[in-house]
């Protein structure tokens, strides 16, 4: 119990969570937003997108969790030096690195699922 009540273990579990919760929200966005945009495409197509641009994003996601943890930690104690407070920097700019990196690749992910699909839903149509 003492160590939920430890400073640094709240300012982690904010950063991760927020960044967590900040990703999820621009990557469902951005997904949305460029499956409406193909214009053209009947709906079996669309469907076919939908679940191969979800799936590739969907396995991207441990891949980008590790990665963002890496950023985010390497991001936090840059910004820790620089500021003097040291390590402490790392949980309070971690959601950053997690929210930015999570994005980036999770976008990445959703448009090569976006491709892959068109080049499939073309030999399956």
Known sequence: MEMLLNPMFIAMAAGIL????????LGSFIYNRAILEIKGWSNRRLRIAKVIAGSVAVIAV???FFLAFVVGGNLGGGIGEALGIGAAGIPVSLGLGLAAVFIVTETAAIFLGLLLAAGISRLAA
Request: proline content about 9%; glycine content about 18%.
């Open 62 to 64: 441990p891949l980008s």
């Open 18 to 25: 927020g960044g967590a919760l900040a990703s999820t929200w």
